[in-house]
């Protein structure tokens, strides 16, 4: 596997990182809880808007004025256009973009903080802060993915007819 090009990062812009990925999941989940009907999805939404919503809080008392990067920028252009996208969805179709938007964006967060934030990051608290939610946002990807898998079996199961039975 190639190693990707060093990206060279101030405490600042990690800051805005973080900040851009934590209210985005906050929309998205916000956006989640008015429009699903499955109980499996509005549970995972509000667990997105009390974490992550705790997670601003905490960084907000580093008192890390955020600063700009290219990367902080593409992750809001990206969830930008992730939101609009779960606008025009509806009903199961929404359910499914939502959650496979989730593993997504929680997939390159979890990238992210690995090869981007943890090597640049010089602040003690700062640096603590990314060893403090890792652990989280692995754990929002793992129940994203089981929430996609379960979606993926209700759908293949509902799609094979009474007389194609998986053996």
């Known amino acids: 596997m190639a190693t990707p090009p060093k990206v060279e990062l101030s405490d600042e812009q990690i800051a805005a ?15 989640a809880e008015s ?20 997670a601003k809080q905490k960084q907000a008392k580093l008192k890390i004025q955020p600063a700009e990067s290219a990367v902080s920028t593409g992750l809001q252009a990206d969830a930008a256009s992730t939101l609009d996208a779960l606008k025009a969805d509806k009903g199961k179709d929404f359910d499914k973009a939502y959650i496979a938007a989730q593993v997504d964006a929680h997939q390159k967060v979890l990238d992210t903080i690995n090869d981007k934030l943890l090597p640049n990051v010089k602040n003690a608290n700062l640096k603590a802060y990314l060893d403090e939610i890792k652990p989280r ?14 979606f993926d079996s209700k759908s293949s199961t509902a799609d094979v007819g009474p007389k194609k039975h998986a053996s």
Request: negative net charge; charged residues 30%; without cysteine.
């Open 35 to 54: 429009k699903s009907k499955d109980a499996d999805v509005k549970r995972f939404a509000a667990m997105m808007i009390a974490h992550h919503g705790a």
């Open 137 to 150: 946002v692995e754990q929002h990807l793992k129940e994203a993915k089981q929430l996609q898998e379960s």
């Open 17 to 31: 990182i973080t900040d851009a990925a934590n209210s985005a999941e906050i929309e998205q989940a916000k956006l």
